[in-house]
């Protein structure tokens, strides 16, 4: 690779655009899926089924496009890491355009497999793409640069549920009028900030060497699973470590996000979607609000995490933002005001922007920088793998020993952080240097 010359913060601002929208429409997934499916008909016990196509999409894509793009160099299209990322957004904007018009919730379920396909597309080369342009010093700002789009882009989504239903009034065909509000927003979103950091930064072109070697290795079908393989084989002992951690982090996410909505209706409104669907529309829209201040606090603090990473190490801020962050779900499903519900969550905002930039600065010195893709691509699949167990495990201890109730889904998701935290403590990384 060629030589990296140290950007401007502007600079890194720009080449982060994209992560805008992709994380607007993950931003959807998170708090408008599950009520789409709850408008659509289904019970709490089929929403981790209906949300496999997150993680399993997640575990096949990511770590294929992460191997393709380390052995791809095109100049016509972008370089090495754009044409995928160009691509995924492209996927995303078309999925999340035809979204609203779900008649049926398996339709809406086949729409999320699409809508992930584009969304992992995207995710996994623009990891790799910050590895790649920054030097070491400069890369905790690049990786939080992502962790703040990740907020404001899933603030945006999430504000959308809360204020598009006090303008669009009404349904249409069987989902009320806001959502195509708010899908419609999210395509555009999708495309136009990919583009506009694809626009503003370039990669660094590869060496002599590099592409010599990437024109004497040609792309089989069969490659990217040998990479695959290899990388896991040789993978580094940090990496198996942080698999630990993301276990139990992951799986408690799928938790909040599959049972917000319908805790904040049971805790505050009393109701549920079978009940009284106005109420729980309320609800929902209340529960957009909620989300959205925690991805506000997620960008409002997610630079100020790089200082905290240079002074302490990144493993024990990882550990106090996850600590923070159960703290609040274990207090959420107990509140009967809604006001204190932002209180309550500000601690998973923290632990987001924590979970969205920290724990790639534990491993990126341990990785091959040849090989950033796939091993960034492996990372998304330790990401994955907690969600696609959860997805068949979890509907099955929500209806028999969690008596299919949100709010103690939640509390469950609060514990399986706690036991993240102790885990990240027996993590071994090396110092990063920090820019001033």
Not at 403 to 414: E, M, Q, S, V, Y
Request: aromatic share 16%.
């Amino acid at each position: 690779m060629g030589i990296k010359i140290k950007l401007s913060f502007w600079q890194i601002i720009n080449m982060n655009v994209g992560f805008l929208g992709i994380q607007y429409s993950f931003g959807l997934q998170q708090s408008a899926v599950n009520p789409i499916y709850d408008f659509l008909g289904a019970s709490p016990d089929q929403l981790p089924l209906l949300n496999l196509a997150g993680p399993l999409t997640g575990l096949l894509i990511q770590p294929i496009i992460g191997a393709l793009s380390d052995k791809t160099w095109s100049p016509k299209f972008g370089g090495r890491r754009k044409p995928f990322f160009l691509i995924g957004a492209l996927v995303c904007s078309i999925a999340l355009f035809l979204f609203p018009f779900s008649s049926s919730l398996w339709m809406a379920a086949g729409l999320l497999w699409i809508l992930d396909a584009g969304n992992n597309t995207a995710m996994e080369p623009y990891r790799a793409f910050i590895a790649d342009k920054l030097d070491v010093s400069q890369q905790p700002v690049g990786f939080q640069a992502q962790s703040f789009f990740t907020g404001f882009g899933q603030t945006l989504a999430n504000i959308s549920l809360f204020i598009f239903p006090m303008i669009f009034i009404g349904t249409t065909g069987k989902l009320p009028t806001w959502v195509y509000a708010s899908f419609f927003l999210g395509a555009v979103c999708s495309i136009a900030s990919v583009l506009w950091s694809s626009h503003t930064t370039k990669e660094i072109p590869p060496t002599e060497e590099e592409l010599q070697k990437i024109q004497e290795e040609p792309l089989h079908v069969y490659t990217p699973f040998i990479d695959i393989f290899s990388a896991v084989k040789h993978m580094p002992k940090v990496m198996w470590q942080l698999a630990l951690v993301y276990l139990f982090q992951w799986y408690a996410l799928f938790c909040y996000w599959q049972n917000s909505s319908k805790s904040i209706a049971l805790s505050v409104w009393h109701t549920t979607p079978q009940k009284d669907m106005k109420l729980y529309s309320e609800a929902v829209g209340w529960t957009g609000l909620v989300n959205g201040w925690y991805n506000i606090v997620t960008f409002l603090c997610a630079f100020s995490l790089v200082y905290f990473a240079k002074k302490y190490s990144a493993k024990f801020v990882h550990f106090t933002c996850l600590m923070l962050a159960a703290i609040g779900f274990l207090i959420f499903p107990h509140i009967e005001n809604k006001y204190l519900l932002f209180p309550a969550i500000t601690g998973f905002g923290i632990g987001w922007a924590s979970m969205m930039g920290i724990p790639y600065l534990m491993v990126v010195n341990d990785i091959p920088k040849e090989r950033y893709g796939v091993y960034m691509g492996i990372i998304n699949m330790m990401i994955v793998i907690p969600m696609f167990i959860q997805t068949i495990t979890f509907g099955y201890i929500l209806k028999h020993f969690l008596n299919n109730d949100p709010r103690l889904a939640i509390t469950f998701a609060g514990v399986l952080l706690i036991i993240g935290a102790v885990c990240t403590l027996f993590i071994k990384t090396k110092k990063v240097e920090l820019s001033e």
